[in-house]
């Protein structure tokens, strides 16, 4: 049984393997569409522990936008939609500042201002960290209930079900026919979502460690450059919690993960899980071809 991971697109799902990656589109046609490409194994040292989290953040990123970026030109062809290049760089590029400022500039900002009511809180790192974390992760709650009201991204949110459903599925050894996937949950503790919190998590704690009276431009600018580590952190977490997933403390320490990815997936309907079907077998007949 191979490790299968997942992203949910424009229209359609995409899935990775060790050796390879496929996505699969539906057109406004009722056709699916299908890119899948094989992958270069990754040098040593980019799969040591802690590097691998941030090295996996990446290339995920990488591939994400190749698989937008096809979904686009597929589920809008017909509709004379098509995204240029140019176009989703400056989306992504717009997002990435957007993330900055809204989940890193501005909880710090507010944590200050509200510091400056409660004198304690700028005298204790750790108190001081977990105003900001707490802040950063209502931000993050209110961002995706607000999305989650866009018709577009609810479909994404419901092809998010199928993905998961469908690897639900195939780690169980199920058949992977319709009626067999539409039993599973659209949960899944290795989700990106689940992935998320944890960052926020872990950021609380690694934060305390910073110097509480250095100036304010110093303390975002080590918020951005301690990514690569808290990233590395959250991912180890998250791998061992998905191998011991049947602890009873592992399965209390997954529940607020699952329970965010309710606001991240919906059931999604046959279509879509067909959709996500067919992108789990192409990757899959990647890995056996590339074995």
């Not at 994400?64 to 992504?92: C, V, W």
């Not at 998905?242 to 403390?249: F, G, L, T």
Request: net charge positive; charged share 20%.
């Amino acid at each position: 049984m191979k490790n299968i991971g997942g992203q949910a697109v424009i229209e359609g799902v995409m899935m990775k393997g060790r050796k390879g990656w496929s996505v699969a589109v539906r057109s406004a046609n009722g056709e699916i569409h299908i890119k899948k490409e094989p992958l270069n194994e990754l040098p040593f040292f980019l799969k040591l522990p802690l590097i691998r989290g941030f090295s996996s953040l990446i290339h995920a990123l990488i591939l994400g936008i190749k698989a937008i970026e096809y979904s686009a030109s597929k589920a809008y062809e017909e509709e004379g939609k098509q995204l240029s290049n140019i176009s989703i760089f400056l989306t992504i590029l717009t997002s990435m500042l957007l993330g900055i400022a809204l989940f890193i500039l501005l909880p710090l900002y507010l944590t200050k201002i509200i510091g400056a009511l409660f004198p304690q809180i700028l005298n204790n790192s750790l108190l001081f960290n977990l105003v900001d974390g707490i802040i950063r992760i209502l931000f993050f709650l209110l961002y995706i209930i607000i999305i989650g009201l866009w018709k577009d991204i609810r479909r994404i949110f419901e092809y998010h079900g199928a993905e998961h459903k469908v690897i639900h599925a195939y780690e169980n050894g199920n058949d992977l026919s319709i009626n067999n996937i539409k039993k599973h949950s659209p949960l899944h503790p290795r989700c990106g979502t689940s992935f998320l919190l944890i960052v926020m998590v872990i950021s609380i704690l690694t934060f305390s460690f910073i110097p509480k009276e250095l100036p304010f431009i110093y303390k975002f600018l080590s918020r951005i450059i301690l990514i690569p580590l808290i990233a590395g952190i959250s991912y180890e977490f998250l791998k061992l919690s998905a191998k011991i997933k049947n602890n009873p403390i592992v399965k209390i320490l997954i529940q607020p993960g699952l329970m965010l990815q309710k606001l991240t997936t919906r059931e999604p309907d046959e279509s879509q899980i067909e959709v996500a079907i067919k992108a789990l077998e192409e990757v899959l007949r990647l890995e056996e071809s590339n074995a």
